[in-house]
């Protein structure tokens, strides 16, 4: 029985990790933009779908990654741009609701319009590297080749954000807005930026995802629940806090489906997440990449 743990466990923290790439660009985003986007499950659906079709044609995974971040970067900037920044300039009420139906419409558009021109059913890579056998255990390689990855990017992202002039910016608005604008920062050219580096992140996050699970066009308002649930748990723009949270909710995912009922793992993401807001408000940290 321990052997099965130690799988599910590995399995788990690989999706955590991976749900918390998706929840990176989330927090980012609503901690410059004061945006809740949700339709960022569903663009990491879409990118999966697209990922596995251009793979279908004979591109390598890494070349899939080239073509689709750039794509992403350049359709979260002209999202914002376009569609969500002109609702800044009404009363507060109005651009809340204005950003949820703007948002909520992408998600309804994004998952209808793949699904007619690339079908409902799941999809994903179907490359395998062998596995590891531990005594017991049995390890996929894939599975530990997106482990390195999600690593690595995590710690490429924490350094953008703490050694670049824009990770500084980005910084400087989640803490204090005003201050930061005085001090040159260009207000709607970082939202905008920001918006781009969070749909980036997603595509990433995509590619990997679909190496190893499948994707379909109606998933993604699950993902976006999971990363809602991670960056509440890990707090806002607090990447080390959103990388603990998302293992920890894939980790419970997996445990659920091993000791109750695999029925129940999606669920537990809504159970975490009132449980946060009753239990430890605040989450990890109170404070802001």
């Known amino acids: 029985m321990i052997e099965v743990f130690l799988q599910v466990l590995i399995g788990g923290v690989m999706l955590g990790g991976l749900y918390a790439l998706v929840a990176f660009g989330l927090s980012l985003t609503y901690g410059v933009v004061h945006i809740l986007d949700f339709a960022h499950g569903t663009l990491l659906a879409v990118i999966g779908v697209i990922a596995s079709l251009l793979y279908l044609a004979g591109l390598n995974p890494l070349w899939i990654a ?26 507060p009420f109005e651009s809340t609701v204005g950003t949820v139906l703007v948002t909520v419409g992408a998600l309804l558009i994004l998952s209808d319009v793949t699904s007619v021109l690339a079908g409902a059913t799941p999809k994903n890579i179907p490359i395998r590297l062998g596995v590891y056998i531990i005594g017991d255990v049995v390890i996929p ?11 690595l990017l995590t710690l490429a992202i924490h ?12 910084r400087a608005v989640t803490q204090e807005q005003v201050a930061a604008q005085l001090c040159g920062v260009r207000s709607v050219w970082l939202r905008t930026m920001t918006f781009a580096f969070g749909a980036g992140t997603v595509a990433i996050a995509a590619v990997l995802y679909v190496l190893t699970y499948p994707v379909d066009p109606y998933m993604g308002f699950g993902l976006t629940v999971k990363a809602f649930t991670i960056i509440i748990l890990g707090g806002i723009g607090n990447l080390p806090g959103a990388l603990v949270a998302g293992i920890l909710l894939g980790v419970a995912e997996g445990m659920t489906g091993l000791y109750w009922d695999t029925q129940w793992a999606p669920a537990i993401s809504v159970v975490l997440l009132l449980v946060i807001l009753v239990v430890r408000p605040q989450g990890f940290s109170r404070k802001t990449a």
């Open 141 to 151: 390689r894939m599975q530990l080749a997106i482990l390195l990855a999600t690593a």
């Open 66 to 91: 080239l073509i689709l971040v750039p794509c992403a970067f350049a359709y979260g900037g002209a999202f914002y741009f376009t569609l969500l920044r002109p609702l800044g300039a009404r009363r």
């Open 159 to 170: 350094l953008v954000l703490t050694r670049t002039w824009f990770g500084r910016a980005i």
